[in-house]
């Protein structure tokens, strides 16, 4: 019997390849912003995953990408996509 990976890597993944897509159609910058805020949760969609950010959550707000609306993220949703601006620009290396 095979043992399965835990549930956590699930969603995580699959935000992680919603993250890429993204980034390749446009809609997430593929990179560094020229400045990023932290703080508590606004109550507004994270631009990846499209759930809320509590007031209870840290919100992450990235300033001068190049996209028409703010681009928010809860700070677990940063790291996937800082991870997949990773993953995309090697891919472009090639
Ligand atoms: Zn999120």
Do not use: N, Y
């Not at 993944?13 to 593929?30: H, N, T």
């Not at 499209?50 to 707000?61: F, L």
């Amino acid at each position: 019997m095979i043992r399965v990976v835990t549930d956590r890597s699930k969603p995580d993944s699959v935000c992680f390849e919603r993250a890429l897509r993204a980034i390749k159609d446009g809609q997430l910058p593929p990179g560094v912003a020229e400045r990023v805020w932290g703080g508590l949760g606004s109550g507004l969609p994270c631009s990846l995953c499209g759930q809320p950010i509590h007031s209870s959550d840290i919100e992450i707000e990235l300033d001068g990408v190049g996209t028409a609306a703010a681009v928010r993220f809860h700070s677990r949703c940063h790291h996937l996509w800082q991870q997949a601006c990773a993953r995309v620009s090697a891919e472009a290396d090639h």
